[in-house]
């Protein structure tokens, strides 16, 4: 397993060593022992897994409390995936990484608590796995507005994409309930 830190270096790109032949492939997508020694050490409570259409867009989803770490893939179909920074006391406070994730390329990426996360869906399907690190609680979930000109985010967009009404109404950065 490759752990390459982003733009962002908490952030991190992880690309599993993957094992190939006429019959098909095989790599393990999570490890403890070896997340650990690459410096991952999470202990994970909840396993999430959605399906989604061409344009749908998810996000930017974060809890003020109970925040979680992500360990994120894709298993089906290809996303542009986005992590933004919540940290008002990180040097990349407001900054995001977006990564595509695929069933092709197999990368994961590790978003540890304090960001927001969302995904546009580039192929015309997706299947979204991820682990978290706590688990998930309505009444402190929020939302970072996905179009929000400060956070300079370019999605790749054909089109308005497929939200929810939470997901339109989200706050932009300057209103939003950050972490300390």
Known sequence: M???PTAIPDVKLI???VFGDARGF???SYNRRSFSTAGLDAEFVQDNHSRSHRGVLRGLHYQIQHAQGKLVRVIAGAVFDVAVDLRR???TFGEHVAIELSADNKRMLWIPPGFAH?????SEDAEFVYKT???WYAEHERTLLWS????RIRWPLAG???ITSRDAAGSPLAAAETYP
């Open 118 to 122: 969302g995904f546009i869906v580039v």
């Open 133 to 135: 690190t706590d688990y």
């Open 148 to 151: 929000d000109p400060a956070l």
């Open 160 to 162: 308005a994409p497929v």
């Open 2 to 4: 490759q752990v390459t």
């Open 89 to 91: 006391a990180s040097p």
């Open 26 to 28: 095989f790599f393990e």
């Open 15 to 17: 690309e599993p060593k």
